[in-house]
């Protein structure tokens, strides 16, 4: 212990770079909205100021939505039809999403924002709503200290590239496998 002691020691004597964070929480598994919303309830005890931005869901009564919205250094945008398989409609799925991207943009060149999270952000790539090379500048050139925080399944390899931390959640087993709904509180 003594020598991994010495070797954690040093790492964090070398970390000298402050910059805002862009993070991924991407995979299969259940969880990555939730641990992105960790990371806001982390920063609003900073007293930092965030924006959340949730492209394909489209409910408004989620119980992270009523914890957060009445925190006045939040802002929240549901801006999604639904899920894509209920919608059946890619074009309104493009336009839904350009209109959420513009939300973003102004978001991502807002020096008073702290903190950026993109909710289910990784369909709008996988499923080409949004251009890859503009999704990436925005993102390259955001305020310095500004933390970014991207959720979805597939995060595609040129975001993950940029990414300064990635996190894979992964599926061992979920409830609705078993025939069990959606629970208040759990999952949404």
């Given amino acids: 212990m003594q020598r991994k002691k010495a070797v954690v020691d040093e790492k964090i004597a070398t970390a000298r770079t402050q910059r805002g ?65 209920e919608t059946q409609n890619p074009e309104q799925d493009k336009r839904t999403a350009e209109a959420a991207w513009s939300v973003v943009k102004q978001a991502l060149s807002d020096k008073t924002i702290d903190v950026v999270i993109l909710d289910e952000f990784t369909y709008t790539l996988k ?43 992964n599926l061992v087993k979920h409830a609705f496998q078993a025939g069990v709904q959606a629970m208040p509180g759990i999952e949404f």
Avoid: C
């Fill in 127 to 169: 499923y080409q709503w949004l251009a890859i090379d503009e999704v990436i500048s925005a993102i390259q050139h955001r305020p310095e200290m500004q933390h970014l925080v991207v959720t979805g399944r597939g995060a595609p390899p040129a975001l993950i590239e940029i990414a300064d931390t990635v996190s894979e959640i």
């Fill in 21 to 85: 964070l862009f993070v991924i929480h991407t995979g299969n598994g259940k969880g990555k909205s939730t641990a992105a919303f960790g990371v806001l309830a982390r920063a609003l005890g900073h007293g930092m100021k965030a924006v959340v931005v949730q492209f394909i869901k489209s409910r408004s009564d989620t119980g992270e939505e009523a914890f957060f919205r009445a925190s006045p250094n939040v802002t929240w945008h549901v801006m999604g039809d639904g899920f894509t398989w």
